[in-house]
């Protein structure tokens, strides 16, 4: 009877044992769980703290372009400033160009720095006209009137007093100045009328008086000129038809 009592007691120990084991082992396992969680939020931490590693990363081309954008802002500047300064060298250029011109004082018309054409016209009749043109580098100007020598004569013919211009002319390089010669009448009223076939023609200084430089000696005709006592020439005029109106 003793045996049986102490038998039941010791199954009722061994399954206390197995009870408190079985518990022993459910505490263990809940234990491990919310460790693993806590492993899964730092791992989930550690790319959000990774972030603004990558944000700095992002920055720095930031940085660079903006250091290119001020590069290329100061270049274009330099451009700019550089563009500017040349129209200033541009613009001190033209004075220099000019002093060349301004320099060319005039000087008179003769033989050396023209060159003297002398034709027969139709209209006037008994016209010839004296054409002058600037040969010279530098603007001429033609004095009065002509001095015309026909032939062996010794004195000029008179001038046209009415055809007097109102300002000297001024021939250009390349420009022209004329004179009208009268021959002589058209109604032969003029006497001591006679055949010439050289002519000089010789140019006036400023007062009018004077003959500077040497004469000219234009062609005339092979056939000559007739000419007579009524001859008269005109002031230089600058264009061809204040010279032959008279």
Same mark, same amino acid.
């Not at 199954?11 to 408190?20: E, K």
């Not at 301004?102 to 008994?126: D, H, I, Y």
């Not at 010794?154 to 000297?168: K, N």
């Not at 076939?197 to 430089?213: C, D, I």
């Given at each position: 009877?003793?045996?049986?009592?102490?038998?039941?007691?010791?199954?009722?120990?061994?399954?206390?044992?197995?009870?408190?084991?079985?518990?022993?082992?459910?505490?263990?396992?809940?234990?491990?769980?919310?460790?693993?969680?806590?492993?899964?939020?730092?791992?989930? &931490?550690?790319?959000?703290?990774?972030?603004?590693? !990558? $944000?700095?990363? #992002?920055? *720095?081309?930031? @940085? %660079? +372009? /903006? =250091?290119?954008?001020?590069?290329?802002?100061?270049?274009?500047?330099?451009?700019?400033?550089?563009?500017?300064?040349?129209?200033?060298?541009?613009?001190?250029?033209?004075?220099?160009?000019?002093?060349?011109?301004?320099?060319?004082?005039?000087?008179?018309?003769?033989?050396?720095?023209?060159?003297?054409?002398?034709?027969?016209?139709?209209?006037?009749?008994?016209?010839?006209?004296?054409?002058?043109?600037?040969?010279?580098?530098?603007?001429?100007?033609?004095?009065?009137?002509?001095?015309?020598?026909?032939?062996?004569?010794?004195?000029?013919?008179?001038?046209?007093?009415?055809?007097?211009?109102? &300002?000297?002319?001024?021939?250009?390089?390349?420009? !022209? $100045?004329?004179? #009208?010669? *009268?021959?002589? @009448? %058209? +109604? /032969? =009223?003029?006497?001591?009328?006679?055949?010439?076939?050289?002519?000089?023609?010789?140019?006036?200084?400023?007062?009018?008086?004077?003959?500077?430089?040497?004469?000219?000696?234009?062609?005339?005709?092979?056939?000559?000129?007739?000419?007579?006592?009524?001859?008269?020439?005109?002031?230089?005029?600058?264009?061809?038809?204040?010279?032959?109106?008279?």
């Amino acid at each position: 009877m003793s045996d049986l009592r102490t038998s039941r007691t010791r199954l009722a120990g061994a399954a206390a044992t197995a009870v408190l084991a079985a518990l022993s082992l459910t505490a263990c396992d809940d234990g491990t769980g919310a460790q693993d969680e806590g492993a899964a939020t730092t791992a989930s &931490a550690s790319p959000s703290s990774g972030a603004p590693s !990558s $944000g700095t990363g #992002s920055n *720095s081309p930031d @940085a %660079t +372009d /903006g =250091s290119a954008d001020s590069s290329n802002s100061t270049g274009a500047t330099g451009a700019k400033d550089s563009s500017a300064s040349k129209p200033a060298a541009t613009d001190s250029t033209p004075p220099a160009s000019k002093a060349p011109s301004s320099s060319g004082k005039p000087v008179t018309c003769e033989a050396s720095n023209t060159k003297t054409v002398a034709a027969l016209l139709n209209r006037p009749v008994n016209h010839m006209l004296l054409t002058v043109t600037n040969t010279g580098g530098r603007s001429c100007h033609l004095y009065g009137y002509p001095a015309v020598r026909f032939g062996e004569a010794q004195a000029v013919p008179p001038v046209i007093e009415e055809s007097q211009p109102q &300002a000297v002319v001024t021939l250009k390089p390349g420009e !022209s $100045g004329y004179a #009208s010669v *009268s021959l002589s @009448a %058209t +109604d /032969g =009223s003029g006497s001591n009328g006679h055949t010439v076939k050289s002519l000089a023609v010789y140019f006036r200084g400023p007062s009018g008086n004077e003959s500077v430089g040497r004469g000219a000696h234009p062609a005339l005709p092979a056939q000559g000129v007739h000419v007579d006592d009524s001859l008269k020439v005109t002031y230089w005029q600058q264009s061809m038809d204040d010279a032959i109106i008279w």
